[in-house]
Nanobody, 117 residues
């Protein structure tokens, strides 16, 4: 059973930075893509960024140029470096790991990011 454990959320002022980490455990050998999604109060969960095992990345337009996703395949860990944070980045951030076949998604428990002065 694949499990994901996130860390690194918190309260930060506008313009500040945070780094999120997510470590996967279990048999992840068939899971190719890891990523981050977020959900703000009253809104649907949305894509933030994803990265494949080979390093191909994909970002939401709203975070391009401010967020950087990376991964350490040896540690089965994905990171999200966030700079120039804005109040609209406030949300619960969820780590995701995905397998194409059989189609499978696993989610972390979520970590709160609050951007406020």
């Amino acid at each position: 059973q694949v499990q994901l454990v996130e860390s690194g959320g918190g309260l930060v002022q506008p313009g500040g930075s945070l780094r999120l980490s997510c470590a996967a455990s279990g048999d992840v050998s068939s899971f190719n893509t890891m990523g981050w999604y977020r959900q703000a109060p009253g809104k649907q969960r949305e894509l933030v960024a994803t990265i494949t095992r080979g390093g191909t990345t994909n970002y939401a337009d709203s975070v391009k140029g401010r967020f950087t996703i990376s991964r350490d395949n040896a540690k089965n860990t994905v990171y999200l470096q966030m700079i120039n944070l804005k109040p609209e980045d406030t949300a619960v951030y969820y780590c995701n790991i995905r397998r194409v076949w059989p189609e499978t998604d696993r989610w972390g428990q979520g970590t709160q990011v609050t951007v406020s002065s």
